[in-house]
């Protein structure tokens, strides 16, 4: 995946803190990684799960 699709949190600063991006270009699930090891493994969520766990987080 290309490095350019990839969106960093915006909780995420550049001091080197535990910063998650994510891609919106997937339709269906969403790719997830550690902004800090960005050739290391990606976790893939499914759409419906992830708009659940980001409703839950602003609760």
């Known amino acids: ?30 790719p997830v990684r550690d902004s800090k090891v960005q050739d290391g493994d990606t976790l893939t969520i499914g759409a419906d799960a992830w708009t659940s766990f980001l409703e839950h987080l602003k609760h």
């Open 1 to 30: 995946m290309a490095d350019t699709s990839w969106r960093k949190s915006s909780y995420s600063n550049n001091q080197g803190g535990e910063c998650l991006e994510v891609r919106d270009d997937t339709p269906g699930f969403i």
